[in-house]
């Protein structure tokens, strides 16, 4: 690697070309040798990271570091912003479970929650598990999941120490506030109980990174006598386990992006086996939910590109017997469904916005849960019961902090039981939320979220930060952010560009948005932009708009910034997926097999691997102006490797024809989620709102 004594001269990375034939087609790559051959290993331990590769990280670090040194006084102050509207000892509404109810609490200057508990009319706290304690002396400390015993004895938790996402489970016994000899690692997520709370399932990792077999340990014995309940063949579909509401029966889960498969296991039955539901079929998806003697089914299956609901006895489930109980609609996209012993919820987005319908399972009687702004957010918390009236969720909007509502599914009764305070002081009246529709190349039009403060003149004269995600049908919610008023303060509008990969406006808007059609996701992005600065709306100006995304966001920012890049002031590319052909070429990486139902399979198909190669950020760099690009990876991700970023800044780096900041920060301590810790990750926000600010002058 060369590089000057000065730490404000940019790193260059040496090319050491790899050539690659696929389908007759040749691509040399200069940057394969920073992707290290032991990867693994390197994501349970990094300290084995090979040297040259740490030395060019650790270099663009410091490069990093040296070139926005100045801004270190605005990153404080944007920093103390954001963590003033946050209340430091927060806590969750505590949910109901029996004789108790469970909840997660902070305390003043802690990073990590506290798992609590009380008695159901509020007396009596126990912390069952200190994150903060927990954490202590690592650089990286995050819980993948945390469970309690049916018979409130017991808590399964399980901790990432790496951020490599391989997760060890513990068992702490609540009387004693100590953890049994129990220790179950490789880990994916958590853990959930059988009713005689004795035994845990759980998936485990493979060596690939991949959840691909369940098991059974039985409390108080080794993790080798454990029993493998189920083993995936096809390295496509990954695997999860999890309890329906009722806790009658656990589901074994087996899906790629676009196919599903469940079993269910009988937690009554005296030797239980897993009992398939239906079999596996091309772009056919299920989930499954249990309600007294039936299931109630959420499927696409029949055509219903937006999904309906059925129900089957639970005797017997296969399809033959499947009968529709919520019909398909196209254009209400039913996004999930919760069973209650006598409700049915389910959670669905009509005209781009999110409702819950509440259905009598008696009757079948239904309505929906009524809301007054344009724009907002939705989330549904079942809770632990299954015999009850009350259902909660999560509203709020661009404007409007986080509330929470327990609400009574029998009396409609709602009661507020917390809204999300702002230490520092938040006036909704002093910010304006507003939706726009941006005309796409094909006609298409995509909806934009829009927040300003109120006195921000609407003449083109102010930046613009524009966030975009836009994959695996994941909508971006109009929600409360704490962070983003930081910048909105400053005289930024704050835009969020629903593009085609995400569910916004129906399954049919993701799937228009992946696979052959994914540069619409692109093209999309590129007119939301327009529309910004559009005769009819003057948000912003070319030049003034900051892009941002993250993971296959990332990706979007890569491909703009090929695409675009006269539209942009600067782009924030967080732990970006650019390096897509490449990639998607390698059935070793953790999650190539199962996306190749999301962007095409290279290995196997010419047309997909010309269609990848034509956007591929990494692949489609070119020897031409690019706007300023701050670049952020996570050394142990295990979802889009630290080599795939570093490469694309090392080509960057080598082509652009500008003098544009190009900077890389990689966290040498963490993964995808960047920095563990709710303060520790708001300094890394405040890098990057740092960057906005500055190169938006």
């Known amino acids: 690697m060369t590089q000057s004594d000065s730490p404000k001269t940019p790193p260059v990375a040496p090319k050491k070309p790899v050539t690659r034939e696929t389908h007759g087609i040749s691509f040399t790559d200069d940057y394969h040798w920073l992707r290290d051959d032991n ?54 509404v505590p949910s109901p479970d029996g004789a108790f109810a469970y909840y997660t609490s902070y305390v003043v200057g802690g990073q990590h929650p506290r798992m609590c508990r009380q008695a159901r009319d509020g007396t009596g706290e126990v912390v069952l598990l200190d994150g903060d304690g927990l954490a202590e002396g690592k650089a990286f400390f995050e819980f993948g999941g945390m469970s309690h015993s049916p018979d409130h004895k017991l808590v399964a938790w399980s901790a990432d120490e790496k951020g490599s996402e391989f997760c060890t489970l513990r068992i702490r016994n609540i009387a004693e506030g100590k953890d049994l000899e129990d220790q179950v690692d490789d880990v994916a997520g958590g853990a959930s109980w059988s009713n005689d709370s004795c035994d845990l399932f759980y998936s485990k990792l493979d060596e690939n990174h ?102 089957a006895p ?83 909007s661009m404007t409007t902090p986080a509330q929470v509502y327990d609400y009574n599914m029998r009396t409609r009764e709602r009661v507020l039981r917390k809204t999300q305070e702002i230490p520092s002081g938040h006036d909704v009246a002093d910010y304006v939320t507003r939706r726009i529709m941006a005309p796409s190349h094909d006609g298409e039009l995509v909806p934009v979220s829009i927040l300003y403060h109120k006195d921000t003149k609407l003449d083109g004269s102010a930046p613009c930060h524009l966030y975009g995600y836009g994959a695996y049908g994941m909508a971006m919610p109009a929600s409360f952010s704490t962070t983003v008023l930081s910048i909105v303060d400053r005289g930024f509008v704050h835009a969020i560009a629903h593009v085609r990969g995400g569910k916004e406006r129906g399954y049919g808007w993701y799937k228009k948005g992946r696979l052959e059609h994914k540069e619409n996701t692109f ?24 892009a941002r995304g993250g993971s296959a966001g990332g990706m ?42 999301e962007w095409g399979n290279p290995v196997a198909s010419p047309e997909a691997y010309k269609t990848i190669a034509g956007y591929s950020p990494y692949d489609n760099v070119e020897a031409k102006d690019y706007p300023p690009i701050l670049i952020t990876a996570g050394l142990t991700d295990p979802r889009v490797t630290y080599w795939e970023p570093a490469k694309w800044c090392a080509k960057l780096r080598d082509l652009k024809t500008d003098d544009n900041l190009l900077l890389l920060k990689t966290n040498m301590d963490a993964g995808h989620g960047g920095a563990s810790g709710r303060f520790d990750s708001l300094k890394e926000t405040a890098e990057a709102y740092a960057f906005a600010l500055e190169v938006a002058g």
């Open 39 to 92: 990867w693994q290993e390197v994501m349970r331990d990094p300290s084995v990271l090979q040297a040259d590769i740490r030395t060019y990280l650790e270099a663009e670090n410091v490069y990093t570091e040296a070139l926005l040194a100045h801004t270190q006084p605005l990153q404080d102050a944007l920093f103390v912003e954001m963590k003033g509207r946050i209340k430091e000892d927060d806590s969750s």
């Open 210 to 311: 991949r959840p691909s077999t369940v098991y059974r340990h039985r409390v108080g014995t080794d993790q080798a006598q454990d029993e493998l309940i189920y083993e995936e063949a096809d390295p496509g579909f990954f695997v999860d386990v999890g309890a329906t509401q009722s806790r009658r029966f656990m589901v074994i889960s087996a899906s790629d992006h676009q196919s599903s498969e469940h079993y269910l296991i009988d937690t009554e039955a005296p030797a239980p086996a897993p009992v398939l539901i239906s079999a596996r079929q091309p772009e056919i998806e299920y989930d499954v939910e249990h309600q007294n003697d039936r299931l109630l089914i959420l499927t696409n299956v029949d055509d219903a590109e937006d999904f309906k609901i059925v129900e």
């Open 314 to 396: 639970v005797g017997n489930p296969e399809p033959a017997n499947w009968r529709d109980l919520v019909p398909h609609k196209p254009g209400r996209l039913i996004l999930s469904h919760t069973a209650f012993k006598d409700f049915m919820v389910r959670l669905e987005r009509e005209d781009g916005l999110p409702r819950i319908v509440i259905t009598e399972a008696a009757s079948g009687d239904e309505h929906a849960i009524s809301f007054d702004e344009e724009a907002y957010g939705l989330g549904l918390s079942a809770g632990y019961e299954y015999n009850t009236d009350w259902v909660r969720f999560t509203y709020s």
């Open 523 to 546: 093209k999309d992005f590129i007119a939301a932009g327009e529309a910004l600065f559009s005769d009819e709306y003057k948000f912003t100006s070319p030049g003034k708009i900051i």
């Open 556 to 597: 979007l920012m890569g491909a703009v910034a090929n695409m675009a890049p006269h539209l942009f002031g600067g782009i924030i590319a967080q732990v970006p997926f650019v390096d897509v052909l490449t990639t998607m070429l390698d059935d070793t990486l953790p999650l190539t097999p199962p996306e190749w139902n």
